[in-house]
């Protein structure tokens, strides 16, 4: 927001007694005409510098005027520039100014014209050449005796250091200017180091200490009339009040200061209004009606243009599209450039305001725009490795808390294997014990089914009758002599379990001992070669059954029973 010094304005603030000749603008006949139009110039400095440019343009390439005239024409066009935040002109009007003989002897309008120089510096990033023109006007005003131009000097220092960061220094101004004005009783300027105070607050990210500082400055405004500054102090008041989260608060302040710029009409500031609406977006999130609000501002002059980019790359920045970054930072960029370019070609020289902050601009952006990525990919980076490591982990003990488990199965197999298997002593071609303990009610069908089981297993001995994937009860009826109930009888009595169950028990076992085998080019068996040989429809089959009946894949078995070869030899 733009400060203007109290030195530029008329607190009496006189009416408009030659406005009609101002809006007019048919010329002048006297030099007193001329005069009187200056003279009341502070009271439209806010509402119409659109007026006094005018006018004092008229003033100044007159060629019957007085140079206190003339001089005073230069120093209002450089504060009718600056308030419609045209710092390049300002600047070069001011030092226009500054280069007159009548401003060289006037000490009093000099250290005027120094303090405004000052703050074109200041909002332009131009600090040290700010704080020598200030330094420069507190010792005119300590020279004069002028204690309300001595405190404005010293607000203005104060507000040099606080852009520099040398934040202790800032505050020994800003207080020492608070005294001085306190002891004037200048209204005005206890608002204006009041405001300075609460942004100095809020540079040290001391946001609850700058509410306060800026609702005193607001105060004073408000007891001064100085409706301008009540706008800008709103704006910046919504900034510190979004920083503690008080979004109400700072909607009402948006609110309040758009009715009084809607009331008086001061247009310059109502690029800050939407600025401070935008900001307000991102706060709740609403990236999309921030950038909304700021990508269809029409702005004129270059630093609010530069602002308008900047607030673009920043939403930018936020919603992390980082196409629209680089867009928006080559825009912003280029403004910046541009700002380095005059209106007048005879004042380039003069005018190379903002051009130095450029290169510093450019390296905050990308360093911004690196540690975002940096961040994000260290996070991202992190998070992978922890995943990784924790599935490494479970699969790592999943696999031994498996390898030991299927170890107890295979070493159970073999017990059984070795203790009391029909299927092994069968496949061997060795005796098999039959279970004579079936009681049946009925001796002859437990006789019968004796035979009958007899004959299976005879059967499944010499014919290997489980090769075949198409043997069921019925086929093994025919080939015993029976029928299909007495094998699924016999099968369940002596067995304990279904016909097929005890068929692929046979195929179990001799895939078993295929599972060791080697064939003619002593190369182990496949698993398809082995699943089909036993007697199984496919290897899926094979793998069911397999892992079904001995609690391990076939693959697995085979693994462990090479360890278990390993170590006896």
């Known amino acids: ?60 390439f007159s060629d019957f005027v007085s140079d206190s005239l003339r001089a005073s024409a230069a120093y209002w066009l450089g504060n ?19 280069s007159m003989d009548y401003v060289k002897k006037s000490m009093k309008m000099r250290g005027a014209i120094l303090n405004n120089l000052g703050n074109i510096y200041d909002n332009t990033g131009r600090y040290q050449e700010a704080l020598k023109v200030y330094l420069e006007s507190l010792e005119i005003d300590r020279e004069l005796g002028d204690l309300r131009g001595v405190a404005l000097s010293q607000n203005n220092v104060g507000l ?77 008041l919504s900034e510190m009040l979004m920083y503690i989260d008080d979004l109400e608060g700072a909607y009402e302040t948006i609110a309040k200061a758009e ?27 609403e990236l999309d009606k921030a950038h909304e609000i700021v990508k269809n501002m029409n702005v004129g002059t270059l630093y609010k243009q530069r602002r308008v980019k900047y607030s673009l790359l920043s939403i ?90 299927y170890r107890k199965i295979y070493d159970f197999n073999k017990r059984q294997k070795d203790k009391n298997s029909p299927f092994a002593s069968t496949l061997k071609s060795e005796p098999i014990e039959i279970d004579d303990s079936v009681e049946n009610q009925d001796e002859d069908f437990n006789d019968s089914l004796n035979e009958v089981w007899t004959s299976i297993l005879k059967n499944m001995k010499s014919q290997k009758l489980y090769r075949d994937q198409d043997l069921n009860a019925t086929k093994m009826a025919e080939v015993c002599g029976t029928n299909k109930t007495y094998v699924y009888q016999a099968a ?59 609690g391990l894949p076939p693959g697995t078995y085979r693994k462990l029973s090479k360890v278990d070869k390993m170590k006896a030899t």
């Open 1 to 60: 927001m733009i400060s203007i010094p109290f030195k530029l304005r008329n607190i009496f603030h006189q009416f408009f007694i030659i406005g009609l000749t101002i809006l007019s603008l048919q010329g002048f006949s006297q030099e007193e005409d001329m005069k009187r139009a200056l003279e009341n110039f502070p009271s439209l400095l806010y509402e119409r510098p659109d007026s006094i440019i005018q006018v004092a343009e008229k003033v100044l």
């Open 80 to 98: 009718g520039y600056y308030i419609q935040g045209d710092y390049y002109a300002g600047a070069g009007y001011y030092k226009q100014a500054l």
């Open 160 to 236: 040099v250091y606080l852009n520099l960061e040398q934040y202790p220094e800032s505050k020994r101004f800003l207080e020492e200017a608070l005294v001085y004005f306190e002891e004037v009783q200048d209204v005005g300027g206890l608002a204006l180091v009041n405001q300075n105070l609460g942004k100095l607050m809020g540079h040290q990210r001391k946001f609850i200490e700058s509410v306060i500082f800026l609702e005193r400055g607001l105060e004073y405004h408000v007891k001064s009339e100085n409706y301008y500054e009540q706008a800008g102090t709103l704006i910046l």
């Open 259 to 285: 009715k009084i710029v809607n009331e008086h009409g001061y247009q310059s500031v109502d690029v800050w209004i939407d600025l401070a609406k935008a900001d307000f977006y991102v706060r709740i999130g």
């Open 316 to 405: 930018a920045i936020e919603k992390k599209d980082y196409e629209m970054i680089k867009e928006y930072l080559d825009d912003f960029l280029y403004v910046i450039d541009s700002m380095a370019i005059t209106t007048s070609q005879s004042l380039v020289n003069e005018y190379h305001i903002q051009y130095e902050t450029q290169h510093r601009i450019k390296q905050i952006e990308k360093q911004e725009l690196i540690i975002e990525k940096t961040r994000t990919l260290l996070v991202v980076s992190i998070v992978f490795i922890l995943i990784l490591i924790s599935l490494i982990i479970m699969i790592v003990t999943s696999y031994k808390t498996q390898k030991e488990a």
């Open 492 to 550: 369940k009595s002596f067995f304990g379990e279904s016909f097929m169950y005890f068929v692929n028990h046979y195929r179990v076992e001799e895939a078993k001992l295929l599972l060791d085998e080697k064939n003619d080019q002593g190369k182990e068996l496949s698993l398809e070669e082995i699943a089909e040989q036993v007697g199984f429809s496919s290897k899926s089959s094979f793998f069911r059954h397999f892992k079904s009946i001995t």
